[in-house]
């Protein structure tokens, strides 16, 4: 077990090896159902070109604020959306996710954690039941014999101690912690090689919080599993995944090194997460000056149904240019890995950046 | 209709069931308990039982003519004829005995299939979405709006004048046609509910078949709305028999509630005053239907324990401060 | 027990021994047990807690918004009013009289104390506004019903004017709800609470439901406000790193019981309840090297089954002997230990023999920089 | 405005349902259907004209398919030509209709506008008193008149307050004897008398499905947090009853109103038949009675039409109420 206070390791050595599973170029429109027929079929332009590699033992942490389509790509790669261009590879092989066969095979290796504890596990069954669905499923269990000893074992991984006493439980008997744990369980049941999860711990009390992280730590080093972590909190970010990616309305907008990403942001937008966190160690005095900027809807992510031209950020950006509202800048590399989308950088213009006041 | 309103039923109250669910002993304590629920069954339980019972409980034939003299064949309740006797002197309690089983078994039988009816309707139509939603909600809504019992008239009459004849088997189907409606409305807006929360799209992603989804994971939940629904088309599917027969559609020959207020209506029981050839009978639709609205009252604070009366907590001490 | 009898002006509401009681099926459940603090003018005062600590309860229980099974069974809420110049003021307590009890004051007097007094911003702003009235109608109604003397067109600009002091543009105000943004329609809420420019405003968890950057958008105009007009602010959370952020004062709470009391400064010093330390160190941070945390064992206490002695003691790495059988109770922090006017209610702290060596290796860790 | 256009074209697909309805289910029927009404009128001398009658009402000539005779049927019916009634030969379905459907209207109108009144103000108190002594007693009492079957209890009203005690009129819709229908004083006053009984009858009957629905939605509106702010504003208790809690409270009540529409309209046409009021209700009661079809199905169609324009009147309400649906987000 790691010890409190120990240094983690490998958080800055480059992934080694092949990349595990694959995205790229993913978009995801999905249409606007008019409810009378002959409506014009209007579009909401969920994630635009969304690419990223997951690597055995390590994890990519996925930040952006509600509706930025974070989640809408943790479905893609989870097979419950058909992404409308693109496309996905596991273990270097390409993944049709239409055909129901094989998306059966790449479902028994890629899994998803939920984000809402107390609608992950259906109320009217037991925690036996939860996870003999997918041991009989995946054929790993035959009868029920079975299918206790495996899961007694699962309980175990997911330190729900004694393991015999939570078998029988059922949802309502667990507390919020708990039952993560449990659709954790299920979620191994399958012995997956890449786990999705989708805010696994927003809905947790604070205190219990980091005991769910760990234990998701404990399977990334212990079992090498491959994590997409998807969150709203940078600060969990930094503390899980050695990747981090930002992604603002349905646009990539940075992505590298997590400590590198969020010590040192590039993009205007990650700095106004940083400077939005809340940081204990800031004094109360400098309250966040720079950010409040006088642009009335200075708070709000755009609409996605028709999105704005080029980068959809320049309407919050305090730097924002002519160039920003027509195309979408290219990608800018940092070295180490560390890349941004922004025409500060990309467009090879002269203006030195003020070194922007938060931060490293 | 008497099905209350649902649609807003949360999960949460699921848990009970599944608390109650520690083993059949569970949920009979869970019903007995709620004592809207347990009189409702209870006077439900009597009139089935005096049903079954009826010739033990009367020596006389519903339909022999037990009185052929006197002034009028239709005599009020003695001690004889506790319900008196009809315009043609036939003994009423016992017509209401035998009644009883002719309203129950065509409110059973078209409740149930309506039940099923709108089960697969409501679930199939939220699971699927899409056209088929579409396109069912569209057939649900229009029945539903379609005024119920005109449209019953219409069939039964018909029936009544083609070759199929008048018998009970087509009141209960045409009944059965005519009251799925709102039950299918109600099934499907929890059903989409239900559709959204993750353990359904945990299932589906773990590969398992939208039929095992369906029955397995969602049906379970929706139990108390379920029973409610079929409750709720229970107590419709005997007003609107009893009001059929009261129009003469119903086979008038066999002695049925509907029917008995039938020959009341006919014979004018009302103008010459023999109250007692339609009071027994409409007391006997009302106590009934009233029951089972009860039981539905019952399942609704099962589901939804705001809804209780505040009365039975504020016996607790009086708060310090208002 | 802490007598707290304060005649300066400068405090402005003195809580006594509130508790509060759930009837529930099986039996009655403590959500609030004997709490005391005071609050004074302009202060921003912190309530922290994780869920179930009954940190909302108490602040509704202040202002008597509590609504049934929950009930008031103790203690007294003394509100030191100051008779103000400005014209909306009305002072409540009659001559001679220094303070009101809120929890004894008669329904017409509470209907005056309500908001002219004591407003409250609640969590999701979306079901805090009527989805079926405008924004205008429902600062106006307020106005009609406090400030009689006010003309309609005066209510108007009031309204437009009150808008404009949290930046959403007049306009706005003939919109319905469901036609804001959440950022906006918590600004919104936030307007109608200072209509009458309260003495206190209670906010429970304004935030929670928002995104980062409109959180403190947000956060920095309620302080840009409290500058402004004064007024003080009672901050429910369960992000207590946002309380180390903006409140003057922390208390925090657990299974209904107040823990400990600190200023801001003193909090991030020296947490003295292991509750708190624990708690301070479950926010991953920004800075510094990624070292493993480990959050608090066990989960949250259920209130109906509330462990004997210290509440904490099933979690708690220090827990000892009397830990598990006698309450603790809430005492000004011993000398030479945490700050001035720091509160705690722990055992280790109670000067008896056991608890100084406990201390003493609890200083001499600390400063081998043991944790971050 | 996109909303109500599209409810509209839903109550235009549903009415084409009724119609279609009307024309399947004869045909439905096993058994030739002019054969077998001829075999139930046993009437001897039917007349030529009879026969091409019935067989106009099932739009049934046999040379023509069916695709043709539906048209027909329709286009007839557009028109308003309904067919003849052979119950009261030679007068037309929709004459009889046009006499007994101001009537229905105004029976059921009434009666639904003062349960709907009386149920929800008696819901709200009753939700905002809640745990009061009625809180417990009234649900109860209602729920047994509302399981009563209407006629029965348009029975016992008509038997005690009409036969016995004699306060008001328990048949026909005016005094036929001393008044003449037209706009005359006493025409309208023996009118009014006459129908005092039935909309007693069908208020009491729906009554418990407003007072219900209305406490429940209230109960749950009561525990929202914009009562909670009404109330910590300091509002007074009838402004946050009414503005906050009934106000939105109200809502669901005006979408029920669809069932509870088509529960008075059915109730209203057994009432009828008891107190033999001149409306549609005693107009379909002669025609079941004597197996008039064309008659028959010409009141449904007349009751389908009256209760879609209803629902499409309630729909305009409840846009009006409920500013969210204003803008086609429904």
Same mark, same amino acid.
């Given at each position: 077990?790691i010890?409190?206070?120990?240094?983690?390791?490998?958080?800055?050595?480059?992934?080694?090896g092949?990349?595990?599973?694959e995205a790229?170029?993913?978009?995801?429109?999905?249409?606007?159902?008019?409810?009378?027929?002959?409506?014009a079929g209007?579009?909401?332009?969920?994630?635009e070109?969304?690419?990223?590699?997951?690597?055995?033992g390590?994890?990519?942490?996925?930040?952006?604020?509600?509706?930025?389509?974070?989640?809408?790509?943790a479905?893609?790669?989870?097979?419950?959306?058909?992404?409308?261009?693109g496309e996905?590879?596991?273990?270097?092989?390409p993944?049709n996710v239409?055909?129901?066969?094989e998306?059966?095979?790449y479902?028994?290796?890629?899994?998803?954690?939920?984000q809402?504890p107390?609608?992950?596990l259906?109320?009217?069954?037991?925690?036996?039941?939860?996870l003999?669905?997918?041991?009989?499923?995946?054929?790993?269990?035959?009868?029920?014999?079975?299918?206790?000893?495996?899961?007694l074992?699962?309980?175990?991984?997911?330190?729900?101690?004694?393991?015999?006493q939570?078998?029988?439980?059922?949802?309502?008997?667990l507390s919020?912690g708990?039952?993560?744990?449990?659709?954790?369980a299920?979620?191994?049941?399958?012995?997956?090689?890449?786990?999705?999860a989708?805010?696994p711990?927003?809905m947790?009390?604070?205190?219990?919080r980091l005991?769910?992280l760990?234990?998701?730590?404990k399977l990334?080093?212990e079992e090498?599993?491959?994590?997409?972590?998807?969150?709203?909190?940078?600060?969990?970010?930094?503390y899980?995944?050695e990747e981090?990616?930002v992604?603002?309305?349905?646009?990539m907008?940075?992505?590298?090194?997590?400590?590198?990403?969020?010590r040192?942001p590039?993009?205007?937008y990650?700095?106004?997460l940083?400077?939005?966190?809340?940081?204990?160690?800031?004094?109360?005095?400098n309250?966040?000056?720079e950010v409040?900027g006088?642009?009335?809807?200075r708070?709000?992510?755009?609409s996605?149904v028709?999105p704005?031209?080029?980068?959809?950020?320049?309407?919050?950006?305090?730097?924002?240019?002519?160039?920003c509202?027509?195309?979408?800048?290219?990608?800018?590399?940092?070295?180490?890995?560390?890349?941004a989308?922004?025409?500060?950088y990309?467009?090879n213009?002269?203006?030195q950046?003020t070194r922007?006041?938060?931060?490293? | 209709m008497?099905a209350?309103n649902?649609?807003?039923?949360?999960?949460?109250?699921?848990?009970f069931?599944?608390?109650?669910r520690?083993?059949g002993?569970?949920?009979?304590?869970?019903?007995?308990?709620?004592?809207?629920i347990?009189?409702g069954?209870g006077?439900v339980?009597?009139? @089935?039982?005096?049903a079954?019972?009826?010739?033990?409980?009367?020596?006389y034939?519903?339909s022999?003519? @037990?009185i052929?003299t006197?002034?009028?064949?239709?005599?009020p309740?003695?001690?004889?004829?506790?319900?008196?006797t009809?315009?043609?002197g036939?003994?009423?309690?016992?017509?209401?005995?035998?009644?009883?089983?002719?309203?129950?078994?065509?409110?059973? @039988?078209?409740?149930?299939?309506?039940?099923?009816?709108?089960?697969?309707?409501?679930?199939?139509?939220?699971?699927?979405?899409?056209?088929i939603?579409e396109?069912?909600?569209?057939?649900?809504?229009?029945?539903?709006?379609?005024?119920?019992?005109?449209?019953?008239i219409?069939?039964?009459?018909?029936?009544?004048?083609s070759?199929v004849g008048?018998?009970?088997?087509t009141?209960?189907? @045409?009944?059965?046609?005519?009251?799925?409606?709102?039950?299918?409305?109600?099934?499907?807006?929890?059903?989409?509910?239900?559709?959204?929360?993750?353990?359904v799209?945990?299932?589906?992603?773990?590969g398992?078949?939208?039929?095992?989804?369906?029955?397995?994971e969602i049906?379970?939940n929706?139990?108390?709305l379920?029973?409610s629904?079929?409750?709720?088309?229970?107590?419709?599917?005997?007003?609107?028999e009893v009001?059929l027969?009261?129009?003469g559609?119903?086979?008038?020959s066999?002695p049925?509630?509907?029917?008995?207020?039938?020959?009341?209506?006919?014979?004018?029981?009302?103008?010459v005053?023999?109250?007692?050839q339609?009071?027994?009978?409409?007391?006997?639709?009302?106590v009934?239907?009233?029951?089972l609205?009860?039981?539905?009252f019952?399942?609704?604070?099962?589901?939804?324990?705001?809804?209780r009366?505040?009365?039975?907590?504020k016996?607790k001490?009086k708060s310090?401060v208002? | 027990?802490?007598?707290?009898?304060?005649?300066?002006?400068?405090?402005?509401?003195d809580?006594q021994h509130?508790?509060?009681v759930?009837?529930?099926?099986?039996?009655?459940?403590?959500?609030?047990?004997?709490?005391?603090?005071?609050l004074?003018?302009?202060?921003i005062?912190?309530?922290?807690?994780?869920?179930g600590?009954?940190?909302s309860?108490?602040?509704?229980?202040i202002s008597?918004?509590?609504?049934?099974p929950?009930?008031?069974?103790?203690?007294?809420?003394?509100?030191?009013?100051?008779?103000?110049?400005?014209v909306?003021s009305?002072?409540?307590?009659?001559?001679?009289?220094e303070?009101?009890?809120?929890?004894?004051?008669?329904?017409?007097?509470?209907r005056?104390?309500?908001?002219s007094?004591?407003?409250?911003?609640? =969590?999701?702003?979306?079901?805090?506004?009527?989805?079926?009235?405008? &924004? =205008?109608a =429902?600062?106006?109604d307020?106005?009609?019903?406090?400030?009689?003397?006010?003309?309609?067109?005066?209510?108007h600009a009031r309204a437009?004017?009150?808008?404009?002091?949290?930046?959403?543009?007049p306009?706005?105000?003939?919109?319905y709800?469901?036609?804001?943004?959440?950022?906006?329609?918590q600004?919104?809420v936030?307007?109608?609470?200072?209509?009458?420019?309260?003495?206190?405003?209670?906010?429970?968890?304004?935030?929670?439901?928002?995104?980062?950057?409109i =959180?403190r958008?947000?956060?920095?105009?309620?302080?840009?406000?409290?500058?402004?007009?004064g007024?003080?602010? &009672?901050?429910?959370t369960?992000?207590?790193?946002?309380?180390?952020?903006?409140?003057?004062?922390?208390i925090?709470?657990?299974?209904?019981?107040m823990?400990?009391?600190?200023s801001?400064?003193?909090?991030r010093?020296?947490?003295?309840?292991?509750?708190?330390?624990?708690?301070?160190?479950?926010f991953?941070t920004?800075?510094?090297? &990624?070292?493993r945390?480990?959050?608090i064992?066990?989960?949250?206490p259920d209130?109906r089954?509330?462990?004997s002695?210290c509440?904490?003691?099933?979690?708690?790495?220090?827990?000892w002997?009397?830990?598990?059988t006698v309450?603790?109770?809430?005492?000004?922090?011993?000398?030479?230990?945490?700050?001035?006017?720091?509160?705690?209610?722990?055992?280790?702290?109670?000067?008896?023999?056991?608890?100084?060596?406990l201390?003493a290796?609890? &200083?001499?860790?600390?400063?081998?920089?043991?944790?971050? | 405005m996109?909303?109500l256009?599209?409810?509209?074209?839903?109550y235009l697909?549903?009415?084409?349902a009724?119609?279609?309805?009307?024309f399947?289910?004869?045909r439905?029927?096993?058994?030739?259907?002019?054969?077998?009404?001829?075999?139930k009128?046993?009437?001897?001398n039917?007349?030529?004209? /009879?026969?091409?009658?019935?067989?106009?009402?099932?739009?049934?000539n046999?040379?023509?398919?069916?695709?043709?005779?539906?048209v027909?049927?329709?286009n007839?019916?557009?028109?308003?030509?309904?067919?003849?009634?052979?119950?009261q030969?030679p007068?037309?379905? $929709?004459?009889? #209709?046009?006499r007994?459907?101001?009537?229905t209207?105004?029976?059921?109108?009434?009666?639904?506008?003062?349960s709907?009144?009386?149920?929800?103000?008696?819901g709200?108190?009753m939700?905002?008193?809640?745990?009061s002594?009625?809180?417990?007693?009234?649900?109860?009492?209602?729920?047994?008149f509302?399981?009563?079957?209407?006629?029965?209890m348009a029975?016992?009203?008509a038997?005690?307050f009409?036969?016995n005690?004699?306060w008001?009129?328990?048949?026909?819709? +005016?005094?036929?004897?001393?008044?003449?229908?037209g706009?005359?004083?006493d025409?309208i006053?023996?009118?009014?008398?006459?129908?005092?009984?039935?909309?007693?009858?069908?208020?009491?009957?729906?009554l418990? /499905?407003?007072?219900?629905?209305?406490r429940?939605?209230m109960?749950?509106?009561?525990s929202?947090? +914009?009562?909670?702010?009404?109330?910590?504003?300091? #509002?007074?208790?009838?402004?946050?009853?009414?503005?906050?809690a009934?106000r939105?409270?109200i809502?669901?009540?005006?979408?029920?109103?669809?069932?509870?529409?088509?529960?008075v309209?059915?109730?209203?046409l057994?009432?009828?038949?008891?107190?033999? +009021?001149?409306?549609? $209700?005693?107009?379909?009661?002669?025609?079941?009675?004597?197996?008039?079809?064309?008659l028959?199905?010409?009141?449904?169609?007349v009751i389908a039409?009256?209760v879609?324009?209803a629902?499409?009147?309630?729909?305009?309400?409840?846009?009006f109420?409920?500013?969210?649906?204003? /803008? $086609?987000?429904?």
């Amino acid at each position: 077990m790691i010890q409190p206070g120990q240094i983690l390791s490998g958080s800055n050595q480059g992934p080694s090896g092949q990349p595990l599973l694959e995205a790229r170029h993913l978009r995801k429109d999905f249409p606007l159902r008019q409810m009378n027929i002959i409506g014009a079929g209007k579009v909401v332009q969920a994630v635009e070109d969304l690419s990223l590699n997951l690597f055995a033992g390590r994890a990519t942490a996925l930040v952006g604020e509600s509706g930025s389509g974070k989640t809408t790509v943790a479905r893609m790669l989870a097979g419950i959306h058909i992404p409308t261009r693109g496309e996905l590879l596991f273990a270097q092989q390409p993944v049709n996710v239409k055909s129901m066969r094989e998306r059966k095979k790449y479902l028994r290796q890629v899994q998803y954690i939920f984000q809402d504890p107390f609608s992950s596990l259906n109320p009217l069954r037991s925690v036996r039941y939860h996870l003999s669905r997918p041991l009989r499923m995946q054929g790993h269990a035959r009868n029920s014999r079975e299918v206790e000893a495996q899961a007694l074992v699962l309980l175990e991984k997911v330190s729900l101690t004694p393991a015999r006493q939570f078998l029988d439980k059922y949802p309502h008997q667990l507390s919020g912690g708990q039952r993560q744990r449990v659709s954790i369980a299920r979620a191994l049941a399958v012995r997956p090689s890449v786990l999705l999860a989708d805010e696994p711990v927003s809905m947790l009390d604070v205190s219990i919080r980091l005991d769910i992280l760990n234990l998701l730590l404990k399977l990334k080093e212990e079992e090498g599993l491959a994590f997409l972590f998807i969150t709203h909190d940078i600060a969990s970010a930094r503390y899980f995944a050695e990747e981090t990616q930002v992604m603002y309305a349905g646009q990539m907008v940075e992505g590298g090194p997590s400590d590198e990403v969020i010590r040192r942001p590039r993009h205007p937008y990650t700095r106004l997460l940083r400077a939005a966190a809340p940081d204990p160690d800031r004094m109360a005095q400098n309250m966040g000056d720079e950010v409040t900027g006088d642009v009335p809807e200075r708070g709000e992510p755009p609409s996605l149904v028709n999105p704005p031209k080029g980068c959809r950020f320049h309407l919050r950006c305090p730097h924002a240019m002519e160039i920003c509202r027509q195309s979408f800048p290219a990608r800018t590399d940092f070295g180490g890995g560390h890349w941004a989308n922004c025409h500060l950088y990309s467009s090879n213009l002269d203006v030195q950046t003020t070194r922007a006041t938060t931060g490293g | 209709m008497q099905a209350t309103n649902l649609t807003d039923q949360n999960l949460e109250t699921a848990t009970f069931l599944s608390s109650a669910r520690k083993g059949g002993r569970g949920v009979f304590r869970a019903i007995v308990a709620n004592p809207k629920i347990s009189f409702g069954v209870g006077v439900v339980a009597v009139f @089935v039982l005096a049903a079954i019972a009826a010739p033990l409980l009367t020596p006389y034939d519903p339909s022999a003519h @037990v009185i052929t003299t006197g002034v009028s064949r239709s005599v009020p309740p003695s001690a004889a004829h506790i319900f008196g006797t009809t315009g043609l002197g036939q003994d009423l309690f016992s017509q209401i005995l035998y009644g009883a089983r002719i309203s129950l078994v065509i409110g059973f @039988v078209a409740a149930i299939g309506s039940t099923l009816l709108q089960v697969l309707m409501g679930l199939t139509a939220a699971y699927f979405g899409g056209i088929i939603d579409e396109i069912l909600s569209l057939i649900t809504n229009i029945f539903l709006v379609l005024p119920g019992l005109p449209l019953t008239i219409v069939l039964a009459s018909l029936a009544k004048a083609s070759s199929v004849g008048q018998n009970e088997l087509t009141i209960a189907i @045409v009944l059965l046609f005519t009251s799925w409606s709102y039950g299918a409305r109600v099934l499907r807006a929890q059903t989409l509910s239900i559709k959204e929360r993750e353990f359904v799209s945990a299932a589906r992603a773990n590969g398992e078949s939208a039929l095992r989804i369906i029955f397995v994971e969602i049906l379970p939940n929706e139990i108390a709305l379920v029973a409610s629904t079929f409750v709720g088309t229970f107590v419709y599917a005997i007003g609107a028999e009893v009001a059929l027969e009261f129009l003469g559609l119903g086979d008038i020959s066999s002695p049925s509630w509907g029917v008995i207020l039938y020959w009341a209506q006919v014979n004018g029981a009302l103008i010459v005053g023999k109250w007692w050839q339609f009071v027994p009978a409409g007391l006997c639709v009302a106590v009934l239907c009233a029951s089972l609205t009860f039981v539905n009252f019952g399942i609704d604070e099962l589901a939804n324990p705001n809804l209780r009366s505040e009365r039975l907590m504020k016996k607790k001490k009086k708060s310090v401060v208002a | 027990m802490v007598q707290s009898v304060h005649s300066n002006l400068d405090v402005l509401l003195d809580v006594q021994h509130i508790s509060v009681v759930y009837d529930s099926p099986d039996g009655e459940v403590y959500a609030v047990n004997d709490v005391s603090f005071t609050l004074r003018r302009g202060e921003i005062l912190g309530l922290a807690g994780e869920s179930g600590s009954g940190k909302s309860t108490l602040a509704y229980a202040i202002s008597r918004l509590l609504r049934s099974p929950a009930r008031v069974t103790g203690g007294r809420v003394l509100y030191y009013p100051r008779t103000r110049e400005t014209v909306y003021s009305t002072s409540l307590p009659s001559a001679g009289e220094e303070y009101k009890d809120v929890l004894s004051m008669t329904r017409k007097e509470l209907r005056i104390f309500r908001w002219s007094e004591l407003a409250v911003v609640f =969590q999701s702003a979306m079901n805090a506004l009527n989805p079926v009235a405008t &924004i =205008q109608a =429902q600062i106006m109604d307020v106005l009609r019903v406090h400030r009689p003397g006010l003309s309609r067109d005066q209510r108007h600009a009031r309204a437009a004017e009150l808008l404009k002091l949290v930046g959403i543009t007049p306009e706005r105000l003939k919109s319905y709800p469901h036609e804001l943004s959440g950022g906006m329609r918590q600004r919104a809420v936030i307007a109608i609470a200072l209509a009458l420019s309260p003495e206190i405003i209670i906010m429970d968890e304004p935030t929670t439901a928002l995104d980062v950057v409109i =959180q403190r958008d947000i956060l920095t105009e309620v302080m840009r406000l409290r500058q402004q007009l004064g007024f003080a602010v &009672i901050f429910i959370t369960h992000d207590l790193s946002l309380l180390l952020e903006m409140a003057d004062e922390v208390i925090i709470m657990y299974a209904g019981r107040m823990v400990e009391k600190a200023s801001r400064k003193a909090l991030r010093q020296h947490a003295l309840h292991p509750y708190t330390d624990g708690l301070l160190h479950t926010f991953p941070t920004l800075e510094g090297p &990624i070292v493993r945390m480990t959050g608090i064992p066990g989960t949250p206490p259920d209130l109906r089954m509330v462990p004997s002695g210290c509440v904490f003691h099933p979690r708690c790495k220090k827990a000892w002997g009397k830990c598990s059988t006698v309450r603790p109770v809430l005492l000004p922090s011993p000398a030479g230990v945490g700050s001035a006017g720091q509160q705690v209610a722990c055992h280790l702290y109670t000067g008896t023999g056991r608890d100084e060596e406990l201390r003493a290796s609890e &200083i001499v860790f600390r400063k081998q920089g043991g944790e971050a | 405005m996109r909303f109500l256009l599209r409810r509209a074209g839903f109550y235009l697909i549903a009415l084409w349902a009724a119609l279609s309805f009307n024309f399947v289910i004869p045909r439905l029927m096993p058994g030739n259907p002019v054969t077998a009404y001829l075999a139930k009128l046993q009437t001897t001398n039917i007349t030529h004209a /009879q026969i091409l009658a019935i067989q106009k009402m099932l739009g049934f000539n046999p040379d023509a398919s069916i695709g043709q005779q539906y048209v027909e049927y329709l286009n007839a019916v557009l028109h308003g030509d309904l067919g003849i009634a052979t119950s009261q030969y030679p007068t037309r379905v $929709g004459d009889i #209709l046009a006499r007994s459907l101001p009537w229905t209207v105004g029976l059921v109108g009434s009666s639904l506008f003062l349960s709907f009144l009386i149920g929800t103000l008696i819901g709200m108190v009753m939700a905002w008193k809640r745990g009061s002594w009625y809180d417990t007693t009234v649900p109860p009492l209602l729920t047994f008149f509302s399981a009563v079957p209407y006629f029965w209890m348009a029975l016992a009203l008509a038997f005690i307050f009409g036969v016995n005690l004699g306060w008001f009129p328990s048949s026909d819709g +005016y005094d036929v004897y001393t008044t003449t229908p037209g706009w005359n004083l006493d025409f309208i006053s023996s009118a009014v008398q006459h129908s005092i009984l039935p909309v007693v009858t069908l208020v009491v009957g729906s009554l418990a /499905q407003w007072v219900l629905t209305m406490r429940n939605t209230m109960v749950t509106t009561l525990s929202e947090d +914009y009562v909670l702010m009404a109330r910590a504003k300091g #509002l007074p208790e009838r402004r946050t009853m009414f503005n906050y809690a009934a106000r939105n409270a109200i809502l669901p009540s005006v979408t029920s109103f669809s069932i509870s529409l088509g529960l008075v309209v059915s109730g209203s046409l057994l009432t009828e038949i008891v107190f033999n +009021y001149p409306g549609i $209700g005693y107009a379909l009661y002669t025609a079941v009675f004597q197996s008039d079809y064309a008659l028959l199905e010409g009141c449904f169609m007349v009751i389908a039409l009256a209760v879609l324009i209803a629902n499409f009147a309630s729909e305009l309400v409840y846009v009006f109420l409920d500013p969210r649906v204003r /803008q $086609g987000r429904s």
